[in-house]
């Protein structure tokens, strides 16, 4: 697991309460920390679902996280629908914070050396998923 983050990028001709709105995709585990949580009221941004439709300027626009979309590896498509499942987030976040480290440590770890050797036209988005969720969003 990866720290999460939050990138927000304004156009140029957002109004001044877009500035001060910021909207937050989520991953469904990243909800469940307490800092997120608290910062949420404060910042007046908002948390969305992943996958989401907005409307920005008049236009529709698919938001969602690209490594939803790179089907083609399947063991971190495995991870990632193990992580996000609740009851496994429940019993990780039952650990200890060292014991969390350590797990994440080793996570990182062992998706470093996954990705090092697989061909990258695997770790990549597959184009006939992108296909796909692009027409059943219409």
């Known amino acids: 697991m990866t720290r999460p983050t939050a990138r927000s990028r304004q156009p140029s001709r957002a109004t001044r309460a877009d500035r001060q709105r910021c909207a937050l995709l989520r991953d469904a585990w990243q909800s469940r920390f307490p800092a997120v949580n608290a910062l949420l009221p404060r910042s007046g941004a908002e948390l969305l679902s992943d996958p989401v439709i907005v409307t920005l300027y008049g236009e529709r626009i698919l938001v969602m996280h690209g490594d939803a979309l790179c089907t083609d590896d399947r063991p971190y498509q495995r991870l990632r629908a193990t992580v996000r499942d609740s009851d496994w ?5 039952g650990l200890s914070i060292k014991a ?3 797990l994440a440590g080793a996570a990182r770890a062992g998706s ?3 990705t090092a050797a697989m061909d990258y036209s695997i770790t990549d988005v597959n184009a006939n998923s992108v296909a796909s969720v692009l027409r059943d969003t219409g």
């Open 100 to 102: 969390r480290r350590a």
């Open 89 to 93: 987030q429940r019993r990780f976040l």
């Open 112 to 114: 470093q050396a996954h």
